[in-house]
C-alpha cells in the first residue's frame, strides 16, 4: 500500500519591512480614495512601497481610482503588476 503525504501549506506571504500592504476590495470608490490618500499622508517615513489589492472580477472603478485618481507628492511612481488586481506605489521619502 503506498504511503499518503501531507498535503504541503502554501508559502507564508512575504511581510517585507518598508513595504505596507492595504487591500480595496470591500470599498466604495470615494471611500478608497479618501482611505489611500489619508495612508499616504499618515505612513512613516520607513514605508517606500504600498501594495494596493484592489481587484478587478467586480469592474475597474477601484483600479482607476486607483491608478489615476488618488493624488499625493509622496508617491515617486505606480507599478502596474503582472496580477491585474494589484497596483503598486513606490514612495519618495518623507521630509
Known sequence: M???R???KPPAPLDLPGVLKVDIHDM???DAKKYLE???VS???EVRQIEII???HRGSVLLEVVRTEVRSKRIARRCVTMNPGVTIYYLKEKV
Open 54 to 56: 484592489h481587484g478587478y
Open 6 to 8: 501531507k498535503p504541503r
Open 43 to 45: 505612513c512613516g517615513s
Open 28 to 30: 466604495n470608490a470615494a
Open 2 to 4: 503506498p504511503k499518503t
Open 38 to 40: 489619508r495612508l499616504l
